[in-house]
Structures are given as C-alpha cells and as structure tokens.
C-alpha cells in the first residue's frame, strides 16, 4: 500500500511566474550607457482594445539606464511609444516596434502555458531615437541578458 501511495505522488515544478520580459538598455549615439540624466522617459503601449497602457512612467535620473518590458504573447510585432521630456522643455515622440516569433513552452501538461520568442526585428522613428539593436534574441524565463539597445540621436 506505502508503494501505491508513493507512487502516486508527484513533484512537479511549474514557474510561480510564467511571463517573459524583455531588458532593454539605454545607449548614447557613441555607444556608452545612457542614465538620461534631468530627461524624463514614459513608454507605453496599446491594449487589445484599444487603451493605453503605460508600462514605463516617468523613467529618469543616473540610474535610469534599462528598463524591463512585458512582450505579448502571440502577437507577431509589439508596438512600444517613448514620450521624452528634456530639461529644455523639449518634447519628442517616437515608436518603435519589435517583430517577433512566438514559442509555446509547456514545462507539464500540469502548468500552465507560456510562450518563448525570438526578436527578429527592431525599428524605431527618428525625432529623439537613433535605432535600436537587438542583442539577445532568445527571451525565456532567463531575465540575466539585455535584449535590446536603444541609441539616442547625439544632438539630443
């Protein structure tokens, strides 16, 4: 009986948090890290319905360098709006957009499912952003990589 009742018992290990982010990083035009200094960051996206969401609000100061991004699901291509307000009373909108290929994950029919991704592509208008790389294209649960760059123009 003590075999049957161990037998029936199992240890399975499903992620408490099954969501997937991306790392980005902020660049100046030469390259170095970019903490925005007395410039003020907000980014946000559409919802499914439509709304906006802010994900980043009011991002600023030295140590404001990177930032961490949810990234649907299933969507093919994620579009992001950065609103910069600068010290001179400058205002800049830009977008940007990252294509992607989405991997369902199944850790146990037990868990629920996520989903991997694959950055393909990255775009980004020019009032304020220079470009934006990718640098890591695998986004999983392993939150350790900076997956994208973002370049301010120099004359910022």
């Keep these: 009986m003590f075999v049957v009742a161990l037998a029936a018992c199992t240890s ?12 980005y990083e902020l660049r100046k035009a030469d390259g170095t890290v970019d903490d925005l200094g007395s410039d003020t ?18 991002l600023c100061g030295s140590s404001a360098s990177t930032f961490t991004l949810d990234i649907s699901y299933t969507d093919p ?16 909108l830009d977008t940007f957009r990252i294509k992607k290929e989405n991997y369902p994950h199944f850790e146990s029919v037990d868990c629920q499912a ?16 220079d470009s934006i790389t990718i640098q890591h294209a695998n986004v999983n649960y392993d939150v350790s990589h900076t997956h994208l760059f973002i370049y301010f123009k120099a004359d910022r």
Excluded: Q, S
């Design 12 to 23: 399975i290990d499903c992620p408490v948090e099954n969501l997937v982010y991306t790392n």
């Design 41 to 58: 960051v907000w980014i946000w996206t559409k919802r499914v319905d439509g709304t906006d969401t802010v994900l980043v609000n009011g």
């Design 77 to 92: 291509e994620d579009v992001f709006y950065l609103y910069m307000h600068t010290l001179e009373d400058d205002h800049y």
């Design 114 to 129: 996520a989903y991997f991704h694959k950055l393909t592509a990255a775009t980004t208008t020019h009032h304020v952003l």
